[in-house]
């Protein structure tokens, strides 16, 4: 082999090297997981036998009715709480459908009712006792949010919840 093209593919590598070895779309600063937090403000009595917990769902249609494990939530919240600050972490980049304040009752998990939800309208409810059970507005549904690089870490998210919801 001449020397010439010994050259010729020496330089094809190191430019291939440079270019290939340059080329990505992770930033490594970035972390993997976000967070989004906020304020539950509840209005009412707290239930005797429930627990209170705020859950967050990706995927939800309307009528943005939970089917299945949340994607996260909060340890039970004390009862006779009047604020509670709340944050979920470990969340994975993504949209988010709906952040839910639900009671549910211990002994049967799926008598679970919403009582409050992160909505456009944060100093209000959107959520409307039915004789099938609670349910979001369907007008406006709760409001999504995501989490990218850009947007880690979301605060702000507060939800009004009425404990009176759970029976």
């Known amino acids: 082999m001449s020397n010439w093209l010994r ?40 239930p005797a036998s429930r627990e209170v917990q705020v859950s967050i769902y990706q995927n939800l249609s309307a009528p943005y009715i939970p089917m299945a494990a949340p994607d996260g ?8 709480t009047t604020t509670y600050n709340y944050t979920l972490e470990g969340l994975e980049k993504g949209t988010y459908t709906a952040i839910y304040v639900s009671a549910r ?8 009712q919403l009582i409050g939800m992160y909505w456009q309208f944060t100093d209000s409810v959107g959520v409307f006792p039915t004789p099938q059970g609670n349910l979001p507005d369907q007008a406006f549904g709760p409001k999504s949010v995501t989490i990218d690089n850009d947007n880690i870490d979301l605060t702000g998210l507060n939800i009004v919840a009425n404990l009176n919801y759970s029976p």
């Open 105 to 112: 009752d211990p002994q049967n998990p799926a008598a679970t």
């Open 73 to 80: 939530f909060t340890d039970p919240i004390a009862s006779g």
């Open 7 to 46: 050259g010729i593919i020496g330089v094809g590598m190191v430019v291939g090297f440079i270019f290939f070895g340059g080329c990505s779309d992770d930033d490594p600063t970035a972390p993997d997981t976000g967070s989004v937090s906020g304020t539950v403000t509840f209005v009412g009595t707290w």
